[in-house]
Nanobody, 129 residues
């Protein structure tokens, strides 16, 4: 399986962007797709995750209410709709896949990079003030 993230760009604070994560190759029916972000010099942090089967969603506290994760099974693509963007949302955004199980109900597990076996290449989101 390969993941291709896209949709990043430059946007003003308060604006919106939608990121896409397209999966190619065989994808199991029961898996978890997550979005992470990373700022230079800081650790990669969990943003959101979705169960491919059932669609249960999970968010970090910093984006809950502003970001929405979704998926299109027919296109094997996950999305991250980002609204009310803030300058602190500026980061490289990565999508990731745990192909072996659905998203853990444990925040610690969902936030652990090793939980995910496949990563996309990252897409840069820059929010200007």
């Amino acid at each position: 399986v390969q993941l291709q993230a896209s949709g990043g760009g430059l946007v003003q604070a308060g604006g919106s962007l939608r990121l896409s994560c397209a999966a190619s190759g065989h994808t199991a029916s029961a898996n978890c797709t997550g979005w992470f972000r990373q700022v230079p010099g800081k650790e990669r942090e969990f943003v959101a995750a979705i169960n491919w089967s059932g669609g249960a969603t999970y968010y970090s506290g910093s984006v809950k209410g502003r970001f929405t994760i979704s998926r299109d099974g027919a296109k094997n693509t996950a999305f991250l709709q980002m609204n009310s963007l803030k300058t602190e949302d500026t980061a490289v955004y990565y999508c990731a896949l745990d192909s072996t199980r659905q998203c853990s109900t444990s925040l610690r597990m969902r936030s652990t990079l090793r939980t995910y076996d496949t990563w996309g290449q990252g897409t840069l989101v820059t929010v200007s003030s």
